[in-house]
C-alpha cells in the first residue's frame, strides 16, 4: 500500500515538474522567434506587413545609400525668363511662374519642349516624377548632380492636362545656389525606412504601399536645408486618396512637420 | 487485475521520461534569456564598432607634388580619408619591415617625399588600431607606434609607416591595386592649401606658407538634458542633487557627475572603473569602447582621436569639420577621458551637440600664414621656446540671439606651454 502511495506522489511532481518544463520550453521558443524576427531585412519587413495586410507594390532595396545636407534658395530669375518664354502667357508672382500655353501641345512632347529654354526655362534641370503625375497633372522635379528636390512648392513644374490629353499651361517654381553643407554620409536603406515607417505604427492595416523614392525635401520650414528623405506613398482600403509620409534617411526618424502636410495638399488639388 | 496494477508505474515512467526529454532540450537549446540579453550586448558593440574606424582615421591629407611642394587637400563635398580608406581596404599580401639606420635628414627626405601622399594622424597610434581602422586587414602585422601612413604615388608596391617620437619609419609591402582610384580622389574637386613641414626641436609641424581663405560654418545644436546622464550614468542615485554657484552635482556610492549650467560641460568621475590597459593599442580602443557607453549620441559620429598624453594618461577627442577640430570654449575638446588611479577615471564632455548643418551666410575668412601667427604672437611677448604646435582649426561661437546656432569660425590655435590658446583671444583681435 505504502509503495503505491509513493508511486502516486512521485507521479504527481513528476507531472507538475513535466508541466513547468513545457511552459519553460515554449517560452524559450517564442523568445528566440520574437529574436529572428528583430531582423530587418527586405523579406522580414514584407512578411510582416502580409500579416497585417498592407501590401507593397514593389521590392525595397536593402543596398545602403550616401546622402548630403544641401542648402538651396528660392529663386525670382524666373521673373526675367518668363519675358523670353514663346508660344504662351507668362506671369510671375510669389516665386512660381504661372504660364497659359496658346498652342496645345500633346502630353507626349512635353519631354521634348522641356529641352527646349524658349518653351520652358531651365527646362534640362527637372526630371519627370512619374509617380507624382497622373491622368490630369504631369510633374518634374528639380534634379542636379545630388539628387532630385521635392518640396511644397520650391522646384518643381506641373503641367495640367486636358481630358484630351493636351498641355494647357503649367506652374514652375525654380532652387538655386543649391550648396553642400556637409561632406557625404551613409543613409539607411529604402527596406529600412519602410520598416521604420511600419514600426512607428503610421500605416493603417489593409494599407498598399504604392511606391518609395529618396527625395531632398526641406528639414524645417523656417530654414533652406535639405536632407535626402525617404518619400513613402500608400493609399489604405477602397479610398484613392493618397497618403504620404517622410522618413529622415541619415537618423530613420519621421518627419511629421506641416511641410509633408503641403506636399499632400498640393498632390491632392492638382 | 494486472493491468490495473501496472498503469500507475507506467505513468510514472512516462511521466519521468518526458521530463528528462524536456530537460535534454531546454539544455541543447540556448538558453533564451541569454540570447535575449546577448542581442542587446552586441547592439551596443555593434555602434562602437561600427564608429571605431571614423574615430581612429587620420585626419589630414597632405600631398607632395613631383616638384617637392607640399599641400594640405580639402573636400567640402566628400570626406577625403574615408574614400581613401575604402580604396586602402583591398590592400593585401602584406610584409612588413623596419627600415634601420633611418637618420634625422632620412626622415625629413621621407616626410617630403615627391610625388606621395601623407596620411596624418594627431597623435600616436598603432598598426594594431589601423587594422582595425582597415577591417582587420593588417592583423598579422607586428603591433607598432606610427602617427603617419605615407602613399607613394608613383609605386604601388609599398606604403610607409612613419613616427616623428622615435623617427622611426616601417615599410609594408603589399599589392595595391587602386593607385589610379586614390590619385582620382584628390584630384576631383580638391582644394589645395600650400604648406610646408619644418622641424621643431626635431619634430616635424606642418605650416600653412601662405595666407588663404577658409569657409566659415553653422550648426543647429541640441542640449542633452541633465536627466538623461545622470539616469543613465549613476542609476542608483537617490540623494537630491546638490548645487554650488553654476554646477549641479550628483552622486552615489562610487560615482559623481557635475554639470557646469554655464558653458554645458559635464564632468563624471567613476571611482570603479576597469583598470587601464598600458598597451596603446587596448588603452586607444578600451577608451573609446568607455567614451562610446557614455551615451554621447550624435557627437560620436563627427568626433576623432586628437590628442593622447602620456604622463597625464588622458586622452582628447575632438569634434572635427571637414577636415579640422573644433575647439570649443571649454579646452577639453568634445570628450576626454583622464586616468586618475588604478580604479578611477574622470571624463569631460560637452552636452551640446551638433546636430543640422544651416547656410551661414559668411563669407569665406583670410588666414594669415602660420609663420605670421608665431611672429605676432612673439611681438606681443610670448616666449617662442614655449610656442608648440600651431593648428588650423574652428572655433564654436555661440549665437547670442538665438540658443540654437553655433557659428564655427576657422581660427589659429597655438600649444603654448602645454596649454591651446585661441590666437584671436591672445592677440585680442577678437571677434
Known amino acids: ?270 | 487485475m494486472k493491468i490495473k496494477k501496472m498503469i500507475l508505474p507506467l505513468l510514472l515512467t512516462v511521466a519521468v521520461l518526458i521530463s528528462i526529454f524536456l530537460s535534454m532540450i531546454i539544455w541543447i537549446n540556448p538558453s533564451s534569456y541569454q540570447n535575449v540579453n546577448k542581442s542587446s550586448i552586441n547592439d551596443s558593440n555593434e555602434t562602437y564598432k561600427k564608429t571605431l574606424p571614423s574615430v581612429y582615421s587620420p585626419t589630414q591629407v597632405v600631398k607632395n607634388d613631383y616638384t617637392g611642394a607640399q599641400y594640405i587637400l580639402t573636400n567640402q563635398s566628400v570626406n577625403l580619408i574615408s574614400e581613401i580608406r575604402t580604396q586602402m581596404l583591398s590592400f593585401s599580401d602584406f610584409k612588413f619591415s623596419k627600415l634601420e639606420n633611418v637618420s634625422l635628414n632620412n626622415y625629413k627626405h621621407f616626410m617630403s617625399r615627391k610625388n606621395s601622399l601623407m596620411l596624418n594622424y594627431p597623435d600616436t597610434v598603432t598598426t594594431n588600431i589601423l587594422s582595425r581602422v582597415l577591417n582587420n586587414n593588417l592583423k598579422k602585422l607586428p603591433n607598432v607606434d606610427f602617427n603617419r601612413i605615407l602613399i607613394p604615388l608613383d609605386d604601388n608596391t609599398s606604403i610607409y609607416l612613419l613616427h616623428d617620437n622615435s623617427k622611426t619609419v616601417y615599410k609594408i609591402s603589399l599589392k595595391n591595386d587602386n593607385l589610379n582610384k586614390i590619385k582620382d580622389i584628390i584630384s576631383k574637386d580638391v582644394r589645395q592649401i600650400p604648406v610646408n613641414t619644418y622641424f621643431k626641436d626635431n619634430k616635424p609641424m606642418i605650416a600653412f606658407t601662405k595666407s588663404f581663405y577658409m569657409p566659415q560654418y553653422s550648426y543647429l545644436y541640441n542640449t542633452s538634458s541633465q536627466n538623461f546622464f545622470v539616469n543613465r550614468l549613476l542609476p542608483g542615485s537617490n540623494t537630491p542633487p546638490k548645487r554650488h554657484h553654476n554646477t549641479t552635482i550628483y552622486n552615489d556610492q562610487d560615482r559623481r557627475i557635475a554639470f557646469n549650467e554655464k558653458n554645458h560641460e559635464a564632468v563624471y568621475l567613476d571611482s570603479m572603473a576597469n583598470p587601464a590597459s598600458s598597451d596603446l593599442s587596448q588603452f586607444l580602443v578600451q577608451s573609446y569602447k568607455n567614451i562610446s557607453n557614455l551615451g554621447l549620441g550624435n557627437n560620436l559620429n563627427s568626433i576623432r582621436y586628437f590628442n593622447y598624453n602620456d604622463k597625464n594618461t588622458d586622452i582628447t577627442y575632438r569634434n572635427y569639420v571637414e577636415g579640422f577640430p573644433i575647439f570649443d570654449n571649454n579646452s577639453n575638446g568634445a570628450v576626454q577621458m583622464r586616468i586618475i588611479d588604478n580604479v578611477s577615471v574622470r571624463y569631460t564632455f560637452s552636452l551640446d551637440v551638433l546636430q543640422t548643418p544651416v547656410p551661414s551666410g559668411k563669407k569665406d575668412l583670410k588666414m594669415i600664414s602660420t609663420k605670421q601667427v608665431v611672429n605676432n604672437l612673439v611681438n606681443l611677448g610670448y616666449d617662442t621656446k614655449k610656442i608648440g604646435t600651431v593648428e588650423l582649426g574652428y572655433q564654436s561661437i555661440k549665437v547670442g540671439s538665438s540658443n540654437m546656432l553655433i557659428n564655427l569660425k576657422p581660427t589659429w590655435f597655438v600649444q603654448y606651454n602645454g596649454k591651446w590658446i585661441n590666437y584671436n583671444k591672445a592677440t585680442q583681435n577678437q571677434y
Open chain 1, 1 to 270: 500500500m505504502d509503495f503505491k502511495r509513493i508511486q502516486l506522489i512521485f507521479l504527481i511532481v513528476f507531472i507538475m515538474i513535466d508541466i513547468f518544463l513545457f511552459n519553460m520550453f515554449n517560452e524559450n521558443r517564442n523568445l528566440q522567434t520574437e529574436s529572428v524576427s528583430q531582423q530587418s531585412n527586405s523579406n522580414e519587413v514584407l512578411k510582416q506587413m502580409q500579416n497585417d495586410q498592407i501590401s507593397v507594390a514593389f521590392t525595397p532595396s536593402d543596398k545602403p545609400l550616401d546622402g548630403y545636407y544641401l542648402a538651396a534658395t528660392p529663386d525670382n530669375s524666373l521673373k526675367n525668363d518668363a519675358k523670353n518664354l514663346q508660344n504662351q502667357s507668362a506671369r510671375f508672382s510669389n516665386g512660381v511662374l504661372r504660364s497659359t500655353i496658346k498652342l496645345k501641345w500633346g502630353k507626349d512632347s512635353i519631354n521634348k519642349i522641356m529641352k527646349n529654354r524658349f518653351y520652358i526655362a531651365h527646362g534640362n534641370q527637372y526630371e519627370y516624377a512619374k509617380d507624382l503625375s497622373n491622368s490630369n497633372t504631369i510633374v518634374y522635379l528639380q534634379k542636379n548632380d545630388n539628387g532630385t528636390f521635392y518640396s511644397n512648392i520650391y522646384g518643381q513644374i506641373r503641367f495640367n492636362i486636358s481630358s484630351d490629353g493636351l498641355v494647357l499651361g503649367y506652374t514652375q517654381s525654380y532652387l538655386s545656389n543649391i550648396k553642400v553643407l556637409r561632406e557625404k554620409a551613409p543613409i539607411i536603406s529604402a527596406s529600412k525606412a519602410l520598416y521604420n515607417l511600419y514600426q512607428y505604427n503610421e500605416i493603417p492595416n489593409n494599407s498598399k504601399i504604392e511606391w518609395e523614392q529618396m527625395y531632398y525635401t526641406k528639414l524645417l520650414q523656417d530654414n533652406q536645408v535639405y536632407i535626402p528623405t525617404w518619400v513613402i506613398a500608400f493609399t489604405t482600403g477602397d479610398s484613392s486618396n493618397v497618403q504620404i509620409k517622410r522618413i529622415n534617411a541619415f537618423t530613420g526618424s519621421m518627419l511629421n512637420s506641416s511641410n509633408t502636410k503641403d506636399a499632400i495638399n498640393s498632390f491632392a488639388t492638382n
